[in-house]
């Protein structure tokens, strides 16, 4: 599939609405679909690391079925996407960013330095 361009994805937002789908619907689409990527970006990591999903559940004191639910993009919060990328050996920081300038913001209360 060609990777699409932020021309292509508002065509189809012009489309969308075009054809009636109200603009609600289409934002809860996009949004499911970040998640969802987000949720492969998250998998795929794990398995790089040679992991399994038993091993991720275990670290996070969950069931196997909750990090499945993760990787498919189910998640409610960033302190859940947090204790995942801490499970991995990691940690999770949001990157703010104003144009000329960025701010980052620990997410992870683990500190990498202590691994």
Not at 51 to 56: A, M, T, Y
Not at 67 to 79: D, K, M, T
Not at 89 to 94: F, M, V
Not at 98 to 112: A, E, I, M, N, W
């Amino acid at each position: 599939m060609p990777k699409r361009t932020p021309g292509d994805w508002a065509d189809l937002e012009r489309e969308l609405h075009e054809a009636g789908v109200s603009p609600s619907v289409i934002d809860e689409g996009a949004r499911r679909l970040l998640a969802e990527a987000r949720g492969h970006q998250l998998a795929e990591a794990r398995k790089h690391l040679g992991l399994g999903q038993k091993d991720v559940a275990t670290t996070m004191g969950v069931s196997v079925s909750r990090v499945s639910q993760i990787e498919h993009g189910e998640v409610a919060s960033l302190e859940v996407i947090a204790r995942y990328v801490e499970a991995l050996g990691a940690r999770l920081e949001l990157v703010v960013d104003f144009g000329d300038r960025t701010v980052r913001l620990p997410v992870s209360q683990k500190s990498l330095d202590a691994a």
